[in-house]
């Protein structure tokens, strides 16, 4: 879907007022209702988290290395859209429901991604840190679809490190976040992260990757 067109089709489906804070227990609680099928908690619920969506993926957004058209409104309207239509999820918590939101941005900007590679048919790859915090070290140049390949390439290795990728790099979420979500220690995320994250470094830029592990 293109970011004009999504721009249309959210107006009228995405609720318009904001509160907050998106608070651990109120995000539950509203999950939970949603999961009952109460329509009104789903919607009080994406006005809930409608700012930390958007603050996510402008955070991601930054990292692009070259100029992009998808704007983070665009990318959360559309994710929103997406996460409406979720009927075989059950909600655990807040950490699950950014994870699962982390997982349809990841789709959204690697189609976007496809997009302009084909309307640029000279190069023009979408260039991205892979870093999971804007400025945290030296930037790392990869492209956005040699990183997607080598992220469901780890994937299929080993599943867990893929997930903690995306729910670190995607999602933005803490390790003790994605520890919650994954069920196991924060130091195992911290050892899986800083493993996973080198092997897709360098497998993005020399084609190889080193054992897991």
Known sequence: MQPNRVREASRDKLPQARVGPAGTGVVTDLLQAWDRGDLEARDHLMRVVYDELRRRAAAYLRRERAEHTLQPTALVHEAY????????????????????????????????????????????????????????????????LALDRALEELMAVDPQQGRIVELRYFAGLSEAQVADVLAVSRSTVTREWKIAKGWLYRRVTTGRGPGLG
């Open 81 to 144: 859209l997406r996460l409406i239509g979720q009927q075989r999820i059950v909600w655990q918590n807040r950490a699950h429901f950014f994870g699962v939101a982390a997982q349809m941005m990841r789709r959204i900007l690697v189609d976007h991604a496809k997009g302009q590679r084909r309307r640029k048919r000279f190069g023009g790859a979408v260039r991205v840190m892979l870093d999971d915090r804007a400025g945290a070290v030296a930037p790392r140049d990869c492209d956005l």
